[in-house]
């Protein structure tokens, strides 16, 4: 490994798929470069929007809240977080403080909402529920079926036009290969950096940070002097995605690129299927009234299952 960065600087970071040595200064740059890159030839913001960052605590929504506080210098476009507890005890506490921290440090406004506010229960009394009454669903489903329900909401709520999320390349790969292996070509077809289709009712989310390896991004934090968050959450179990993780960093240890290369192939079927994608019809939840590509939303279709109340955002 070289010991040096091309411009004099001691190495600070190897990045074996390009053959780089970099420097801190060069490394953060080049993190930095490849999301706004990914934000211009995407068309992500304009100077209208107003941008809401959803701030888990967590490395990548750090990464994501540190370079998009860029974004006003050069887009104009306005900035504001939003934290979701979950309702974790023991877990969470110490993400949200790390949000609330990663705000004020960059100066963002910011909001803190709860699910036991939004839906009258947290996670945790989600998971019990459901395990009295026999429901073999994991709680990494349920969360993320009410979280991003949650993050629609609270967009529509404050007037965001865009949800900046923290999906990283790893992410993007381990989805795709999910999707393919489910079959589910109506999600590959949605797949990429922005919705190739925006709906009303929909916020649309975006990913600035979906060509940037997950590895990089914890570097990035690291080098620019965050805290880390490194609690696993307890509800975390195995599952399809965890196994595809495993896969994925041993052939990416062996073959630098491929995750690359995957979530290249993901790209490219999905502007083969933008056709089906833009013809694709959305319909309104039977349940609640929101938009659904279903009859019955997957929010309201979790709580039929569990047999609770309504939610109240």
């Known amino acids: 490994m070289p010991a040096e960065c091309r411009c004099g600087r001691p190495c600070f970071y190897f990045r074996r798929q390009s053959g780089e040595a970099l420097c801190k200064r060069c490394f953060t740059k080049s993190i930095e470069k490849t999301a706004f890159k990914t934000i211009k030839k995407e068309g992500l913001f304009t100077p209208e929007d107003r941008i809401m960052i959803a701030l888990s605590g967590g490395k990548d929504s750090i990464a994501l809240a540190h370079i998009l506080s860029k974004i006003e210098k050069r887009y104009g476009a306005k900035l504001f977080a939003v934290t979701i507890d979950e309702g974790v005890r023991g877990y ?3 993400g949200i403080r790390i949000a609330r921290e990663v705000a004020r440090r960059l100066e ?5 909402f709860t699910f036991k506010d939004a839906y009258g229960y947290t996670l945790e009394e989600i ?6 009454k026999g429901i073999q669903l994991l709680g990494c489903s349920f969360c993320g079926i009410l979280r991003r329900r949650l993050l629609n909401d609270l967009a529509l709520k404050l007037d965001a036009t865009k949800v900046a999320t923290g999906h990283n390349l790893d992410d993007e790969a381990q989805t795709f290969l999910i999707n393919l ?7 590959i077809g949605r797949a990429g950096a922005r919705p190739l289709v925006e709906r009303e009712g929909f916020i649309p989310r975006v990913k600035p940070l979906r060509y940037i390896p997950e590895k990089e991004i914890a570097v990035y934090v690291y080098a620019k002097g965050y805290d880390l968050y490194q609690r696993e959450c307890p509800y975390v179990r195995a599952s399809l995605r965890d196994e595809i993780r495993d896969i994925l960093n041993r052939l990416e240890a062996d073959h ?4 690359h290369s995957i979530v290249n192939v993901s790209d490219s079927l999905s502007k083969l299927l933008e056709q089906k994608t833009m013809s694709s019809k959305m319909e309104r939840c ?6 659904s590509s279903r009859s019955v939303c997957r ?3 979790v709580f039929s299952l569990l047999g609770i109340g309504r939610f109240a955002i």
């Open 92 to 94: 969470r506490e110490e």
């Open 108 to 112: 963002l406004e910011h909001y803190t």
């Open 127 to 132: 998971c019990e529920i459901a395990k009295s």
């Open 181 to 187: 292996f489910r079959g589910d070509v109506d999600r």
């Open 256 to 259: 630098p690129g491929t995750k």
């Open 286 to 291: 039977s349940i609640c009234g929101a938009p």
């Open 299 to 301: 929010a309201c279709e």
